[in-house]
């Protein structure tokens, strides 16, 4: 039996609907909260190897926006790219993606009403990266949130010798024949590592419930090419090559026990953006997600409020 979400109760009070729609070569699952006449509009991009279930708990704290939560091509039960998915490829389908959504209003039946009102665009982890690029790029929109940027090369973080280890383990993933590839890219006890050394809630019901979360979720990638051609993606770019050319107001969202980019870094990041705020949250580290919902939306709304009141 699977742990309940602590969560659920507040997300089911959240109107949904679940369209599909073509980008960039392949098709694009969207999950859709909240009412369609909000004011603010959140566009969620999810980390590595994750799908729309991740960001769900922050989506549960904001019940009066309208969210746009897309499964990442080739992840969940989203289709590959049509190109390679690298950060460019991921950027310019980010970039499709939200100007479909945005000129959609003219369709007989659109996909999504086009969005109300302000426009944001929200990363976690390497959707940080991806999110980053694609604003730095041109993407068009009123203000940026990453939470737990990947805000420095990802091999410097306080623990390099785990990345060093997943390049090793994603090599061997690409070195092995298809089938045992395949089936080594979906080892459960490398995910239950990964989210044992993740998780820093001392909530052993929080904590089974985020191991759960990772084991359903996962192994869902298309193929090996896309999770090993992502991987790359992850570990050769972080936020701060795109920071000097986001000019749009950016919160940071980080945590003090980040084991994969450090508080210094955080730090270092907010200085490169020209139009930008930090929160760092404590006692938790890259799971904020997961673990502390409530204050990272808590932020921003925060940080929301205050770019209305500025305009």
Do not use: C
Request: no cysteine; charged share 15%; hydrophobic share 45%.
């Amino acid at each position: 039996m699977l742990p309940p979400s602590p969560y659920a109760a507040q997300l089911a009070l959240i109107p949904l609907t679940q369209r599909s729609i073509e980008v960039a070569g392949g098709t694009t699952a969207l999950w859709i909260y909240g009412p369609a006449d909000a004011h603010t509009t959140i566009v969620m991009v999810h980390g590595f190897r994750g799908d729309h279930h991740g960001l769900e708990p922050i989506v549960a704290q904001l019940p009066g926006y309208r969210v746009v939560l897309p499964d990442l091509p080739g992840f969940g039960v989203s289709t590959p790219l049509g190109v390679a998915h690298d950060i460019d490829g991921y950027s310019a389908w980010l970039t499709e993606l939200v100007t479909t959504l945005t000129e959609s209003a003219g369709e007989a039946e659109p996909p999504v009403q086009k969005p109300a009102g302000h426009l944001v665009i929200l990363g976690h982890s390497f959707g940080s990266i991806i999110v980053s690029a694609a604003v730095a790029k041109g993407l068009s929109a009123d203000a940026v949130v990453l939470v737990n940027p990947i805000a420095a090369p990802a091999l410097s973080g306080p623990r390099g010798i785990l990345t060093r280890l997943a390049v090793f383990y994603y090599k061997m993933g690409a070195w092995l024949p298809t089938k045992p590839g395949f089936a080594w890219l979906r080892l459960g006890a490398v995910t239950r590592i990964m989210s044992e050394t993740m998780a820093k809630t001392r909530d052993k019901g929080l904590r089974r419930w985020i191991h759960s979360q990772h084991d359903q979720f996962f192994g869902a990638f298309s193929n090996r090419d896309v999770v090993l051609e992502a991987f790359e993606a992850s570990v050769s770019n972080d936020v701060s090559e795109y920071a000097k050319k986001i000019t749009l107001p950016t919160l940071l969202v980080a945590a003090d026990r980040d084991d994969i980019t450090p508080v210094a870094a955080q730090e270092r990041l907010v200085t490169l953006l020209p139009n930008a705020e930090l929160v760092v949250l404590p006692g938790v580290g890259h799971l904020v997600h997961y673990e502390r919902p409530a204050e990272a939306a808590a932020a921003i709304e925060a940080f929301l409020k205050k770019q209305e009141a500025l305009r």
